[in-house]
């Protein structure tokens, strides 16, 4: 589904990617780890086509994010780490336009988005202004508006954060009912949340690949926890670059 | 086309939820509306040169403050984004924010359309004047639009958005008064570039081909700068 074949990525001398490669099969949870400036982001947004690569390429479904970006982006719900939102509106609004500039024909929107709405707990709140909703709702807002054109994609940067633990479990549900149908991509740095939710483990250090295996290998590679295998794995740095 | 009314329905919402869309529609309005009393007043002619000409130099303020936030905003909220990651062609996210802001300038323009009916009303203008009149300062400030958005959409900061906008447009006002230091092709230059000397002729109810070619291209170059301005494969 997902090919990403020798990426690299450069920022000015920063290099942030270092010939990332993976294959991603169609209905996979996978789980980005590492520490901040690790690449997680910039992988990300490679794989949105908001960033271009600096060498190497990525194709979704066979087609090149680079070459056929709006073809990928019909087929692609993208969550950025901040979620991307317009405190003037309100949250019915903001999903509408969303799903105006998705592509959803005019006589769905409404269905649609009544959908994204029950399905991230709104609503109730869904004439609320933006601008007076808490982090967690803002990002459940977000959150809807990536999953509003039923993508076959799901690409979730730091989902759960600034949710409470009753809206983290909701949104962990809600990417256990997308296995299978569609393929995820999440990145956290709650190692709890990758276990419970994922069932593939990509881990990043310094812009190279340092782990790329279904859980279960992991752990059987390395032994121990979750938390512990990423300790042996990662060097700790002093300062992280983004 | 549809991305693009999308695009432009939301900006101009936008404009309309924040007071300083209110603002500004009242603000202009109002001082329009003192200029043209002293003008009238003071000349006795049913001409509406002279407003026109003010009117020009009030935009000079004015559309900076409408343009700043155009990408700047986004961009700083990360909501570019989120624009340009849904299937919609940077092309249109460009035109459907320069439309949006250019419908808010236009509802100022035909505000002022009041100044015609009074004019009329008590004299008799010389219609196709005021209606050349009018094509030119909307062709002005469409052309403003289009500096702003294109400063815009080079920053994260209204501020410096703000401020580079006036110095640019400050330089195509200005720069006219400067001609009598010139000679030669510089002052020729600085001729054909000031938008004074072409606003000038509409003004007067002179319509001339060459001046609506000069605001049309500008306005052509600013927009394609900005689609180039906007494009992460040429910039990262």
Known sequence: MINIHNVSKSFGKFLALDKVSCNIAKGEIVGFLGQNGAGKTTLMRI???????????????????????????????????????????????????????????????????????????LSAAQNKLIANLSLGFRQRVGIAQAVLNDPEVLILDEPTKGLDPIQVRQVRALMLGFKKKRTVLLSTHVLSEIEQVAQRVLMLDGGRVIADSPLAELYKMHGGTLEDIFFKLNTPREEATP | MNKICTIAQKELSIYFRSPLAYIMLIMTISVFNIFFFMIIDQNRE??????????????????????????????????????????????????GKYLGSLIFFTLIILLSGVYYGIIELYGEPDRMAALGGYLGIWLEGAMFI??????????????????????????????????EYLSGPPEAI????????????????????????YYLSIILFCVLLTRLSIEPKLWH
């Open chain 1, 47 to 121: 794989l949105t086509g908001y960033l271009p690569p600096s060498s190497g390429h990525v194709t979704i479904g066979g087609d090149d994010v680079v070459k056929k970006p709006l073809s990928i982006r019909r087929r692609l719900g993208y969550l950025p780490e901040v979620p991307p939102l317009y405190p003037q509106m309100s949250i019915r609004e903001y999903l509408t336009f969303a799903a105006k500039l998705k592509d959803i024909p005019g006589k769905d929107i409404r269905a649609k988005v009544d959908k994204a709405l029950s399905e991230c707990g």
């Open chain 2, 46 to 95: 049913a001409t509406l040169k002279d407003v026109f000409l003010v009117m020009e130099f009030m935009f000079l303020f004015i559309v900076p403050l409408l343009t700043m936030r155009l990408f700047a905003e986004e961009k700083a909220a990360g909501t570019m984004e989120f624009l340009m990651t849904t299937p919609t062609s940077n092309t249109a996210i460009v035109l």
């Open chain 2, 146 to 179: 289009a500096v702003g958005m294109m400063v815009s959409s080079w920053t994260k900061s209204q501020t410096i958005a703000a401020i580079t906008a006036y110095v640019s447009l400050f330089l195509l006002y200005f720069s006219l008064s400067f001609v």
């Open chain 2, 190 to 213: 600085v001729r054909a570039v000031s938008c004074m000397s072409h606003f000038a002729n509409f003004a007067a109810g002179l319509l001339s081909l060459a001046d609506v070619v």
